[in-house]
């Protein structure tokens, strides 16, 4: 008998890495849609505006789901990082008006770039001495780490009132990113929504490919799961979290760039507005996962898209629901991270 | 004891108001292979996290090479070779067997040589190599914890009670395993409940009660008597037969 159960134990049968289920779920959400809205231009239109919402929030949340499966950090303060980059970018895009205004779509290309990497630099730069100073006190205290990063944030973004003013400012999108093209008969698409699917998709692979292929993605993906027998290995968690914590403020800036082009108007409390819809993200997705953050922000998207065309009023609470349903269906999250 | 390889001296241990370890002594001669044992709550489990630096001692002396590591952060206590294998073993279910692997080989790599000789050991490891540690039976999950232990040569392995909850068949693969790694040198430290195992595998036997050590001395005295074994451990004859 014990020699049976040794041998099944022995030919225990590997399960499928990928779990295809919430992936077909947000393709169904589209396709259950498109009967509903009617027009297939319509729905097309839709479904490209969320795809690219859905991509730039996944840039803003894909930090913050690292920084709460990997330190088990509640950061309320990751807004202020998006209003950061956000803000930032005015540091490249005034002086580079000339960039913006060109006809030639290489400079509009390169003023994007040089956004995004000063944007990102400078928020890194504010993530690292937030978590030494605000963070690093409140280490396993959650209830203070959500006092003290709401007082960071708001402490930064009064910084950016100081500096930039409190009236919104607003921004104007590189010449080749302005306006529609048509992909299809009736069908057309703002190119900056293309744009930002783009950049939305080199961050999740690029991220994807961290993750999967090198040894500090390793250790990231095993510091989520088991930060203690991460260090047991001989690996210093600390580091780590410092690492990642820069890293995922860099990106709120990266996202901070994206969502202040796509939203034409910089504020100082835009990070903060969307701060809910990431924490939503975030918790669909479940804690720490980079694949379940982006499927569901491309869920919270395309549902916010269909019920604000389909049924206005709904559309406020379209994503509270959302993330209800879910956590009925699976309580960790779409895609849950074993922890330890 | 000539050139202890470890040295616990008079180590508390206090886990929030709970005070668990109350002055452990204790030696480990290089090359040796001692077994821990005790009732449960003896505080066995303590003994090693605290020696991991994984819990603090909070009073007394924890030496290793010569070194004293008592306030060391633990991934330094690592550094300095000591293996640790967990009682719930804390594999990363969502690595693969080789990535659990790889990681644990500090060195970046795996050792080629090393992986045949975990493979003979650990069949199951070969086949699910690219599987997911989540997807392996529990007898896998221990046989893989063990192997992240064994990828690379360290001075010394602690192990917590690695038989627990698994079919003997399984065990008996686990205590062949310990002994080639006992038979290629190294010094372990076993955390043990199941008697029978801890008498084949352990040359020096350590008892706990209470959080401090009752008895010490080598295994073959401790497994000829069966009073002693009664009045330590509270096995009767039936239990370990």
Known sequence: MTDRIAEREETAVAAPRIDWIPILLTVGVALVALPLIGSFSTWMTLTVAAL?????????????????????????GHGVFISVGAYMSLLVLWPLTGWVESPSIWLNIAVLVLCILVAMAISGLFGLAFERVIIRPVYRQHLKQILVTMGGLIIIEQLLHVFFGGSPITIALPQNFRGGLAIGPDIIVERYRLIAVVVGVIVFLAMMLVLNRTRIGLLV???????????????????????????????????GVMWGF?????????????????????????LGSIGGCLIGSLLVALVANYTAFLEPKVALISNIALMLLVLMWRPQGLYPVVKV | MPDPLLTLAGVHTHIG????????????????????????????TTTLRTIMGLW???????RFAGEDVTARPTPDIASAGIAYVPENMSVFSGLTVRENLVLAARAGKIDAARLEWIFSLFPALQRFFDSPAGTLSGGQKQMLAIARALIEPRD?????????????????????????????????????????????????????????????????????????QQRLLGLHMEQHA
């Open chain 2, 56 to 62: 603090r001692a909070s009073r007394g002396t924890i």
């Open chain 1, 221 to 255: 993906r095993a510091g989520v799961e088991n930060p203690e027998m991460v260090e047991a290995l001989g690996y210093r968690i600390r580091r780590l979290f410092v690492g990642v914590f820069v890293a995922g403020s860099a990106l709120a800036g990266l996202g």
């Open chain 1, 262 to 286: 796509y939203q034409q108007t910089l504020t100082v409390g835009m990070g903060l507005q969307v701060l809910v819809l990431i924490f939503i993200v975030v918790i669909i997705g479940g």
């Open chain 2, 156 to 228: 010394l392995i602690l192990v917590d009670e690695p038989t627990k909850g698994l079919a003997p068949a399984i065990v008996g693969n686990m205590i062949k395993a310990f002994r080639e790694a006992k038979n290629a040198g190294a010094t372990v430290l076993l955390v043990e409940q199941n008697f029978k195992a801890a008498r084949m595998l352990g040359d020096t036997v350590v008892v706990m009660d209470d959080g401090r050590i009752v008895h010490r001395g080598a295994m073959a005295e401790l497994a000829a008597d069966a009073a002693l």
């Open chain 1, 52 to 76: 690219a919402m859905g991509m730039i929030i996944f840039i803003m949340a894909s930090g913050l789901t690292l920084v709460f499966g990997l330190m088990d950090v509640i950061n309320f």
């Open chain 2, 17 to 44: 108001h709970y005070h668990i370890l109350q002055g452990v002594d204790f030696e480990i001669a290089r090359g040796s292979f001692t077994v821990l044992l005790g009732r449960n709550g003896a505080g066995k």
